[in-house]
């Protein structure tokens, strides 16, 4: 009994602290970067919103804030923890704590829409769309051709998603080599190194309802994917049917993934590390890791994206700091586990 109780308190502890830890850097995001704003303008530009004051703060200020800033902020926290909760689930339904949320190519089929809208010099809308519409295709695929070969193991579903994940990147590749190499090219490059530079307000009205829509049923089942972790037949005898439960889920991560990768790029390593450590702080119990890892990814995430605005002079591409963090932690994580089970 007291060690039922000890764990509950253990996770109530770790569940406040993930909050306080994500509303500390959420409040210092917007004071960071290389215009300087102070408290006092920050409080009466935000409460003019609310009730009209006299302007005692500068247009710069506002601008920054609700122009540049805010949006930015909203989808680096709503990224982050939406393609941790994807990379939690997808490792959950496959039994693979080595899986990310891209693992059915949902990200390499956002990567080619958003080539072919570059490629055409499409508006920035219509690259966005492109790359929402062709990372549902992709996975779309992937789930045609597993009922096509009448398969429904999950290694082959998983082989399935990397050829048509692999098919995907060769076609950006295609796209690389014959586009213009002064305009084209570069512009794809960049793209796919991930950055959150160029978000705006029209994006986080598109992208952050779909993705949060996405995190809804994940969050409503979490508690299902501690039944289908256990295996298929375990989750039969349970009463659950693992198949609906399986596709509804894969479902529900794909919106999540091609809309944070139609307006982000490609950020990497976010929806695999932090699942991760997530899982060390509180346990392997889906009804607390899911919400622990939402506030774990929004918060790296955001610090990461931090980084990105102060660290040089032009701004660090996001998946790039990404991968320099998320690799060595990766690795850390790997390290600690071989000790304890070897304990």
Known sequence: MKNKLSNVNQKKIVIWGSLLLF???????????KF??????????VGNKVIPLEQTWSSQVETILFKIRFPRIIMAVVIGGGISVAGATYQALFQNPMISQD????????????????????TYEQVISLSFVFGLLAVAAVLLVSRFLRTDSVLNMVLIGMM??????????????VGDPTNTLPAITYWLMGSLASIKIQNVQFAAPLILVGMVPIFLLRWRLNIISLGEEEALSLGVNSRILRVILILAATLITASAVSVSGLIG???????????MLIGNDYRYSIPVTALLGGTFL???????????????????????????????LIAKNNRSVRS
């Not at 509303?23 to 970067?33: A, D």
């Open 164 to 177: 048509i994940g692999s098919l995907f990147s060769s076609a950006v590749s295609f796209l690389k080599l």
């Open 269 to 279: 390593w976010v929806g695999l590390v932090v699942p991760h450590f997530s899982r």
């Open 23 to 33: 509303l500390v850097v959420l409040s210092l995001s917007f004071f960071l970067g």
């Open 103 to 122: 693992i059915l190519g949902a990200s390499q089929g956002a990567a080619f829409g958003a080539a072919i809208g570059l490629f055409f010099s499409f």
């Open 36 to 45: 300087s704003i102070s408290v006092t303008d920050f409080f009466r530009a």
């Open 302 to 332: 955001l610090i990461v994206d931090d980084f990105s605005r102060m660290l040089a002079t032009s701004e660090i591409p996001i998946g790039i700091l990404t991968s320099f963090i998320g690799a060595p932690i990766f690795l850390l």
